[in-house]
Nanobody, 124 residues
């Protein structure tokens, strides 16, 4: 089982940027599809982005496309989420997770190992 620890969250003004990190331990994530999710108060957890290990492609929710970039550094066993042009509606707890090998879904139920989350607050 892999352990995931997110960091990099904080308070930022609208239009600002943050870079989240997700450090993995316990096993290599170089051959795992890795995703970022977020959960705003009173809302369900939603998919934000995924990096595919085999193709190297990235996938994004429409709400963040063009503003967020997911990347990975396999040597550091870490996944990142660069968030630019932040909006108040991006305020949420952000989680990283590993996707099960046997699924093609980006629903949260398709992901097994989760970090504890990091809070991102965007002020207007």
């Amino acid at each position: 089982q892999v352990q995931l620890v997110e960091s990099g969250g904080g308070l930022v003004q609208a239009g600002g940027s943050l870079r989240l990190s997700c450090a993995a331990s316990g096993r290599s994530i170089s051959n795992k599809n890795m995703g970022w999710f977020r959960q705003a108060p009173g809302k369900d957890r939603e998919f934000v982005a995924r990096t595919a290990w085999s193709s190297g492609r990235q996938y994004y929710a429409d709400s963040v496309k063009g503003r967020f970039t997911i990347s990975r550094d396999n040597a550091k066993n870490t996944v990142y989420l660069q968030m630019n042009s932040l909006k108040p509606e991006d305020t949420a707890v952000y989680y990283c997770a590993t996707r099960r090998d046997t699924t093609y879904s980006d629903h949260e139920s398709a992901y097994d190992s989760w970090g504890q989350g990091t809070q991102v607050t965007v002020s207007s």
